[in-house]
T-cell receptor, first 115, second 114 residues
Framework: DQQVKQNSPSLSVQEGRISILNCDYT??????FLWYKKYPAEGPTFLIS?????DKNEDGRFTVFLNKSAKHLSLHIVPSQPGDSAVYFC??????????????FGTGTLLAVQP | DSGVTQTPKHLITATGQRVTLRCSPR?????VYWYQQSLDQGLQFLIQ???????AKGNILERFSAQQFPDLHSELNLSSLELGDSALYFC?????????????FGPGTRLLVL
C-alpha cells in the first residue's frame, strides 16, 4: 500500500522553464512533507520542506505547495537549470505513533532539464 | 556533503554471509535512521535510534539488526544474506529524531549479494 505516490516516473523540461513535480498521499495523519533530490551514486539531498499548517514554502528557485484537502503537494523549480536533472523524491512523516520521525517516500520522478 | 558518512561504499558478498554497514551521523545529531532502497521498491524505512536507544522499527527483517554506540555512530548488521537483500542502504541523521525534523542522508552503501 503506497501511502506516498509520485505518478510521473519522468519529466522533461527546457532550461529556463518551470518544472512542476507532483506528489499525492493517502494518509491524513501526515503533517510534514519534504522533497529530496538524488543524483546517481549519491544519497538523497534535502531540498525543501513544508508543515501541514502552511500551504506554501519558498526557498530560492524552489517552492513547495501543499493542498491538504486534495492530499496533494507539488514542487516548482523556476527557472530550471541543467544541474537540476536528477531524481526527485517526495517524503512524508506522520503525527501520532510516538516521537519517531520516520519518513515514507514516494517512488521518485526523474527530471531531465534540456539545455 | 551532508556531513553523514557511511562505509563501505560498495560491498560484494555471497548468499548466507553476514555483513556490517557503518554510519557516522552529522556532528551534533543524536538520531540515526536506516533506509533500504531496492530496485523494485522506493526508499523503505528500516529502523531509528536516538542516543543509543531504539526509537522506531519499520520493515526490518529479523535477519537484520542495528545498534547505536556511545559515540553515536551506528552499525547495521545483515546476516544470512539472500539475493533479494541486494540494495542501496542509506543512513540519515537528525538532531533529536523528533517531530518535523529534517533528515540528512549519507552517500549510501551498495550491497550486492551473489
Amino acid at each position: 500500500d503506497q501511502q506516498v505516490k509520485q505518478n510521473s516516473p519522468s519529466l522533461s523540461v527546457q532550461e529556463g522553464r518551470i518544472s512542476i513535480l507532483n506528489c499525492d498521499y493517502t494518509n491524513s495523519m501526515f503533517d510534514y512533507f519534504l522533497w529530496y533530490k538524488k543524483y546517481p551514486a549519491e544519497g538523497p539531498t534535502f531540498l525543501i520542506s513544508i508543515s501541514s499548517i502552511k500551504d506554501k514554502n519558498e526557498d530560492g528557485r524552489f517552492t513547495v505547495f501543499l493542498n491538504k484537502s486534495a492530499k496533494h503537494l507539488s514542487l516548482h523549480i523556476v527557472p530550471s537549470q541543467p544541474g537540476d536533472s536528477a531524481v526527485y523524491f517526495c517524503a512524508a512523516s506522520a503525527r501520532g505513533g510516538g516521537a519517531t520521525n520516520k519518513l515514507i517516500f514516494g517512488t521518485g520522478t526523474l527530471l531531465a532539464v534540456q539545455p | 556533503d551532508s556531513g553523514v558518512t557511511q562505509t563501505p561504499k560498495h560491498l560484494i558478498t555471497a548468499t548466507g554471509q553476514r555483513v556490517t554497514l557503518r554510519c557516522s551521523p552529522r556532528s551534533g545529531d543524536l538520531s540515526v535512521y536506516w533506509y533500504q532502497q531496492s530496485l523494485d521498491q522506493g526508499l523503505q524505512f528500516l529502523i531509528q535510534y536516538y542516543n543509543g536507544e531504539e526509537r522506531a522499527k519499520g520493515n526490518i527483517l529479523e535477519r537484520f539488526s542495528a545498534q547505536q554506540f556511545p559515540d553515536l555512530h551506528s552499525e547495521l548488521n545483515l546476516s544470512s544474506l539472500e539475493l533479494g537483500d541486494s540494495a542501496l542502504y542509506f543512513c540519515a541523521s537528525s538532531v533529536y529524531g523528533g517531530r518535523q525534523e529534517t533528515q540528512y542522508f549519507g552517500p549510501g552503501t551498495r550491497l550486492l549479494v551473489l
